[in-house]
T-cell receptor, first 114, second 110 residues
Framework: EAGVAQSPRYKIIEKRQSVAFWCNPI?????LYWYQQILGQGPKLLIQ????????DSQLPKDRFSAERLKGVDSTLKIQPAKLEDSAVYLC????????????FGQGTRLTVV | QQQVKQSPQSLIVQKGGISIINCAYE??????FPWYQQFPGKGPALLIA?????SEKKEGRFTISFNKSAKQFSLHIMDSQPGDSATYFC?????????FGTGTRLKVLA
């Protein structure tokens, strides 16, 4: 079974620039999560999709972050404009359904804002 | 209400020793309590998980102890090995919530 795919693996941008991350979840997984993991900290949930609908985006800084999940499959997370404090690893995860079960994580995208 | 508090922040254990990591949650609506293991440069991977209808679950050298009344759960790693050196995260999940603890960096000395 293929895992959660994320791209790019690394990205370096200047502050105030924009950036986008892509995630392809495991086939058949209805739930998709985006997490922000700052160095030395635990993953912080940014947004959760159930199929192509948003079920929780309470921690998403909506003035600069946006996310979408087209056709309930792939998802993109965008930051515009980026700030220095956005430097982190952005992890995408997926799980089978709405029942709370194992979340499968991708390797993440390491973003450095300079 | 949505926090999951994890301790200790870091832990050093001799090979063959027992590693113990603790977590506490606040929201009684959580009904799934997994532990994830993360190696550098990798995403977290599920190690073991428990639901609140049982007080203990064991898989090989890994055991979760769950205390529903105290809203606490812990991970015990028996016979710790250098290959167990990683960062461990507890999590608590409920309807439309999947919240992680702050992590424990475990180092097992050979």
């Amino acid at each position: 079974e293929a895992g959660v795919a994320q791209s790019p693996r690394y990205k370096i941008i200047e502050k105030r620039q924009s950036v986008a991350f892509w995630c392809n979840p495991i086939s058949g997984h209805a739930t998709l999560y985006w997490y922000q993991q700052i160095l030395g900290q635990g993953p912080k949930l940014l947004i959760q999709f159930q199929n192509n609908g948003v079920v929780d985006d309470s921690q998403l800084p909506k003035d600069r972050f946006s996310a979408e999940r087209l056709k309930g499959v792939d998802s993109t997370l965008k930051i515009q404009p980026a700030k220095l404090e956005d430097s982190a690893v952005y992890l995408c995860a997926s799980s089978l359904g709405s029942l709370n079960t194992e979340a499968f994580f991708g390797q993440g995208t390491r973003l450095t804002v300079v | 209400q949505q926090q999951v508090k994890q301790s200790p922040q870091s832990l050093i254990v001799q090979k063959g020793g027992i590693s113990i990591i603790n977590c506490a949650y606040e929201n009684t609506a959580f009904d799934y309590f997994p532990w994830y293991q993360q190696f550098p440069g990798k995403g977290p991977a599920l190690l073991i998980a428990i639901r609140p209808d049982v007080s203990e679950k064991k898989e090989g050298r890994f055991t979760i102890s769950f205390n529903k009344s105290a809203k606490q759960f812990s991970l015990h790693i028996m016979d710790s090995q250098p290959g167990d050196s990683a960062t461990y995260f507890c999590a608590a999940a409920g309807t439309y919530k999947y919240i992680f603890g702050t992590g424990t960096r475990l180092k097992v000395l050979a």
